[in-house]
């Protein structure tokens, strides 16, 4: 992801000058003789559970311009365990601490520092964010708008700002301009980029039909404002026929691929389109050739990373200016299953591998 970008939109949004962020450090000596700060690090690429290593640190004074974070929460999310098992498009260079995003506060200031303060909240938008604190430059951080004490469960919202929200909204509406009434199907319904493309439909009066892979969801996705909840098998293009009344649906969302995708396909209108962009079964995509042929159905794929590339940045403003003021209000939320610590992150990542999770895992370093 090409994080300068996202520190620049998120910078200009709240008024700040945008600037290069740098490398967080992490070494030196310490001025308070406390080594008890920890991070997460890989050097070798492999099962999350094994190759990840939690490493102590020692806190050591900061240079002009720094400032010290203490991370609050940052997700795990399914890009950060296939990069570490070496499965990502991208690889780090290593040793590398993982954590794509995250939010945290400010808790000392060097001197130069002037546009951040002791006890502001910031956004962490530069990566290696599975820690307990962060020494960077103040231009590293994004702060938040000053909302006075922010609940823990709100600081858990923002610290999943930057990647599964602005996704939903990219897939909602970049694709196929859907009307109110209009329909779309998508799978992983229940994960969190589903819940966002749950909660951003229905803001637009646009229904969705929701495909997940086990009972008992159903209840939880309508509250979020999803129209039909249906479990992914053989029948599933009749069922979502059966359950939708025959409506034509012009855009598919998918995160699952294999079988899922075809189905997916199946149940679409002709000329429409079918969206990729995941693929937790592991398993390719098969389409009979007779669906694009007779039926015209257009493939698409969807990477966060290629659209920061690419995007104006008027464009990302815009994007993330609708997202931050959603979260904010409670109006784009994600479930939370749990929280770890930095030293249980074994258990923190095996719990994000597991299926049939209740939500988001979290590194939660420093509990509010
Ligand atoms: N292309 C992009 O730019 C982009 C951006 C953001 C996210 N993503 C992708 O979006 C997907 C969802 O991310 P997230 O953070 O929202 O995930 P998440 O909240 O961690 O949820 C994972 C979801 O995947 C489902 N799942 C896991 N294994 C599955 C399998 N074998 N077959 C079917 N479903 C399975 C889970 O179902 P259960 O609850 O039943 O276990 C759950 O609904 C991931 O593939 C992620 O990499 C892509």
Known sequence: MKNISIVSVLALMLGITPCIAEEYSSNGASPKGDSSLKYVEFSEMGNPAKVLQVKADTARALENGEVRVKVLAAPIHPSNLLQISGLYATAPELPSIPGSEGVGQVIETSA?????????????????????????????????????????????????????PLSALLMLTSFVDLKKGEWLVHSAANSAVGGYIIQLAKQRGIRTVNVVRREGLAEDLMLKGGDVVLIDGPDLAAQIASATDNAPIALGIDAVGGKTFTRLAQSLNNGSTMVSYGVMSGKPVTLNPAMLIFNDIRVRGFWLSKWFETATMAEQQAALGQIIPLILSGALSANVDSRFTVSEIKQAVERAAQSGRNGKVLIVPNPL
């Not at 002791?118 to 290696?128: K, N, P, S």
Request: avoid cysteine; charged fraction near 10%; charge should be negative.
């Open 112 to 164: 130069g520092v002037t546009r951040l303060v002791v006890g502001q909240q910031v956004l962490l938008v530069g990566g290696g964010t599975w820690r307990d604190q962060i020494i960077a430059p103040a231009v590293s951080f994004i702060p938040l708008p000053d909302l006075g004490t922010l609940s823990s469960g709100m600081i858990e919202q923002l610290s999943m700002t930057a990647v599964n």
